[in-house]
């Protein structure tokens, strides 16, 4: 996925470095934009502290949450953007259910079922370029459509987590248990499309309306393995831990700066 991803980022430079020799630079800009994001569907994975007990698999259930965002950029030439953009993640609930094993026969205790609870969020720092093929072309229209790909990390956060064993039949001990939580700062990587519309002649100034939606990979983000005060000793062999991807749409304006 991520060679792929490359050699998108090389075809949209390719195709920018086609025209800059027929367009003057056009300077740099600001940007702030805000949006709405949705899990992608990623499955989730824990293994209990337990001799012998398997490997489980969870359906990951998020809740939206929104996202702003700040850039800096320069406008390359007619129809060609680079930027950085700063992104500020607010808090996912997660609910995760048990799949696999078939919970009658995991780890030999009939009816074990353990669903799980957390949150997450994330920051992150991409480098984009975008472009404007209608643009490239000479065409002028206030109406622009755009391809858009990044790179960069990202910071992904699970708070605590909490397990709870729902078995009806040889419960544990402890049917709730808490543990720590953890981040870490992953590869990241985006692509999406959107337009783009000149407001010059409503705002009298130069401005752009974008309209955007990204996909984007975050990479993992894992809970911690050490138990909450109260929540016992043992550890799980993994903690819970899943893929964020995620679908971002966003309301963004472009200020010219020079």
């Not at 064993?165 to 939580?181: D, H, K, Q, W, Y």
């Amino acid at each position: 996925m991520r060679r792929t991803l490359l050699s998108s980022i090389a075809s949209l430079v390719l195709l920018a470095s086609g025209g800059m020799a027929a367009h003057a630079q056009e300077g740099w800009y600001l940007g702030g934009a805000l949006g709405g994001v949705w899990q992608g569907d990623e499955p989730g994975f824990w293994q209990s502290p337990g001799p012998g007990d398997p490997r489980i698999t969870y359906d990951v259930n998020a809740d939206a949450t929104f996202a702003g965002f700040i850039s800096v950029g320069k406008t390359l030439t007619d129809g060609v953007r680079a930027d950085f953009s700063l992104g500020i993640y607010g808090d996912q609930d997660i609910q995760a259910n048990w799949v696999s094993p078939l919970p009658s026969t995991a780890g030999g205790k009939p009816n074990d079922h353990a669903n799980i609870a957390t949150s997450v969020s994330a920051i992150s720092g991409m480098f984009n370029i975008s472009v404007e093929p209608l643009a490239l072309t000479g065409n002028a229209s206030r109406i622009q459509p755009f391809v858009t790909a990044g790179i960069g990390f990202a910071n992904v956060k699970m708070d605590s987590w909490t397990r709870t064993n729902l078995a009806t039949i040889n419960p544990p001990a402890r049917p709730v248990r808490s543990f720590e939580g953890d981040d870490s700062t992953n590869f990241a990587w985006s692509i999406g499309g959107g337009v783009s519309i000149d407001l010059k002649e409503t705002m009298n100034r130069p401005a752009y309306l974008d309209l955007a939606y990204r996909y984007s990979d975050f990479g993992n983000v894992s809970g911690g393995m050490t138990p909450l005060p109260g929540n016992g000793a043992s550890q799980p062999i993994e903690p819970f831990n899943f893929d964020v991807t995620q679908h971002v749409v966003t309301v963004g304006l472009r200020f010219p700066i020079n």
